[in-house]
């Protein structure tokens, strides 16, 4: 079965200091997401991308944070000075076509800011 | 924006009882409604969804209900296992935008 998959599962970073979070999407969709999953809370979605732009994006999705999909598989999140509060599990998705409402989930990216 | 409660927060049943996790959403032109398991250390993965133009759907042990007239859609496992325990979300989306609103989560623990 085709699946979402995340590098790294697991990252540690300083404070202030960039990360990138790769994700290669199920090969022939179309809308990629991240959301994200502090220990404990619910899923909040960050940002949906189709058609190599941004197609919305919430409230915690700010200045520090941007996506890319560099090339024909990759879906990357960028987090240019991250924070405390930035710890959390990110989760990339994929979705095939607006008529096909089923989004499918990466296994996450764990991400501590010490 | 859409504001998507979930309810209750834990549950607690025997192997072999029903379960039942509610949820409501705010926004009407909400289309979509998925169910996502959650084990520990994992994503979520998709376990039933419906459209806002059926009223039940099921699938084996597992189904799900929708009032859109009240704003709100429940999931139902009968005959539940260890192996259901789990968090489960719901999550309301639209179609045109895709991207999903999630509930706060119902952990739930089946005893054997």
């Known amino acids: 079965e085709p699946e979402v998959t995340q590098t790294p599962s697991h990252q540690v970073t300083q404070m202030g200091q960039e990360v990138i979070l790769r994700c290669v999407p199920i090969?022939?969709?179309?809308?990629f997401y991240w959301y994200r999953q502090i220990l404990g809370q619910k899923v909040e979605f960050l940002v949906s991308?189709?058609?190599?732009?941004?197609?919305?994006k919430s409230e915690i999705f700010d200045d520090q944070f941007s996506v890319e999909r560099p090339d024909g598989s990759n879906f990357t999140l960028k987090i240019r000075s991250t924070k405390l509060e930035d710890s959390a599990m990110y989760f990339c998705?994929?979705?095939?076509?607006?008529?096909?409402?089923?989004?499918?989930f990466g296994e996450g990216s764990w991400l501590t800011v010490v | 924006g859409e504001n998507v409660e979930q309810h209750p927060s834990t549950l607690s049943v025997q192997e072999g009882d029903s379960a039942v996790i509610k949820c409501t959403y705010s926004?009407?032109?909400?289309?979509?409604f998925p169910w996502y398991k959650q084990e520990l250390g994992k994503g979520p993965q998709l376990i039933i969804d419906?459209?806002?133009?059926?009223g039940e759907k099921k699938d084996q042990r597992i189904a799900v209900t929708l009032n859109k007239t009240a704003k709100h859609f429940s999931l139902h496992i009968t005959e539940t296992q260890p192996e259901d325990s789990a968090v489960y979300f719901c999550?309301?989306?639209?179609?045109?935008?895709?991207?999903?609103?999630f509930g706060k989560g119902t952990k739930l623990s089946v005893k054997p």
């Open positions: 998705a994929s979705r095939f076509t607006g008529s096909s409402d089923t989004i499918y």
């Open positions: 090969s022939n969709h179309l809308y």
């Open positions: 991308f189709y058609n190599n732009e941004i197609s919305e």
């Open positions: 926004d009407s032109a909400s289309n979509y």
């Open positions: 419906i459209r806002s133009n059926v």
């Open positions: 999550a309301a989306s639209k179609t045109s935008q895709g991207n999903l609103i």
